[in-house]
């Protein structure tokens, strides 16, 4: 997402750690949108808000090269043992009437993973 202008972690770069392959970025820190919004709750709104308008920033971008959701989503979804079956089916069906799209999507976004750090904040993966 850094070639995106949106700010990231910098990618250092890549490594084997006992034959598994892995991404280095730089270590960010600072508490997260989360724990602002516990210790601080009259930033809640604040904190929604900048949060809504990355979300909307991410969507902005194009995914060009990036392997469509679509079949991700539903292995994910078929996957799901606590699902009565037929709220499975009615959600892959559901899956199968959104459009498709080719625009970035990181998926889980939600307060604990955007950063407040001394420089503004910063969206993580997780």
Not at 29 to 56: C, I, N, Y
Not at 102 to 108: E, F, K, T, Y
Request: proline share 8%; aromatic share 4%.
């Amino acid at each position: 997402m850094a070639a995106t202008g949106l700010s990231t972690p910098k990618l250092v770069g890549a490594l084997d750690v006992e034959g598994r392959q892995g991404i280095l970025y730089e270590r960010v820190e600072g508490p997260s949108m989360l724990k602002q919004s516990t210790s601080k709750p009259w930033l809640v709104f604040r904190l929604a808000r900048q949060l809504a308008d990355f979300h909307a920033e991410i969507h902005k971008h194009k995914g060009d090269g990036l392997p469509p959701l679509r079949p991700s989503l539903r292995a994910s979804i078929e996957q799901v043992d606590s699902l009565p079956p037929n709220l499975k089916a009615g959600v892959l069906r559901l899956l199968e009437t959104l459009p498709d799209g080719n625009v970035l999507c990181h998926l889980g976004f939600h307060l604990d993973q955007v950063l407040i750090t001394a420089t503004g904040p910063v969206i993580t993966t997780g």
